[in-house]
């Protein structure tokens, strides 16, 4: 029997200083304009940098900010750097990088493979609770995602080489890294996520936006069973999910055809 996953409920903050992206990711929230919809973990955006405390902070919040990372965990460049500095109180950016790092090394015996998503948490208070990041959001832990093994275009020149074939699999794949990033939230009444390989890693904003939108929608839906969700997921992934309904008579996926490159997103459902 197919049963509706039991869901704490939480809320999504999307933050990037790339106004693109902040769009994208506006015209994919729009395009969720059907009743199921309404059934989803709130979804906040903005533009800018970690300073949205008033829309954050309350007594009985608790923040992650997702950091996208590297295979080796360090954090001495762009967003990650800026979220080492909002994690440090008294001492250096470098400490919270050695205190993540280390953590991520030591559980995976060296290599962070990408796209496994980890909870580290600052359990000293003395370490963080003089910092930015406890002080105006609650945040003592940070959800650290390597999106790539070193610093590189993840799809190489995806601009020259541009087809429905790789605009696919980067859909497929900032898809993915946002469910696994979800599955990791637990005890979190708050999610800070940026883009997912929108920056360096050089992935459209407009498949960045829908892949992350819908990850999130579909994940957080209260009124779907695990299976829905599972096929839902196969659905948007454009795979072929039709053979596995017919073995499972408690569901009610819409088997009709979604092409998530060119149909928005009101049709998924």
Known sequence: MSRVAQISKFKVILLDLNANLCDCWSSALLEFNNKLNR?????????????????IKNDTCTTTILSPG????????GFDK??????????????????????????????????????VEFNTPEFYKNSKAWNLT???????????RVPRKLFGDAEKHESD????????YVYDCTW???TKYSLINTLILTGIGSGYGGIPEPLVAKAMISAITIYSNSKLSDIDKALYSLKFLKE???????????????????????DPLYKLY
């Open 39 to 55: 059934y989803s973990t709130p979804i906040f955006k903005y533009k800018g940098q970690l300073n949205y405390d008033q829309l």
């Open 70 to 77: 590297n295979s080796v965990g360090y954090m001495n460049g």
């Open 82 to 119: 800026a979220l080492a500095r909002w994690f440090s109180s008294n001492s250096s950016w470098e400490d919270t990088e050695t205190h993540v790092q280390s953590s991520l090394l030591w559980k995976y015996h060296g290599y962070l493979s990408p796209t496994n998503a980890n909870l």
């Open 138 to 148: 609650n945040a003592n832990s940070i959800l650290h995602l390597p999106t790539m």
């Open 165 to 172: 074939a790789l605009s696919l699999e980067m859909l497929r």
């Open 180 to 182: 696994e990033i979800l």
């Open 240 to 262: 072929d999910f039709r053979s596995l309904i017919s073995s499972d008579d408690s569901s009610y996926i819409d088997s009709r055809e979604f092409d998530p490159l060119k």
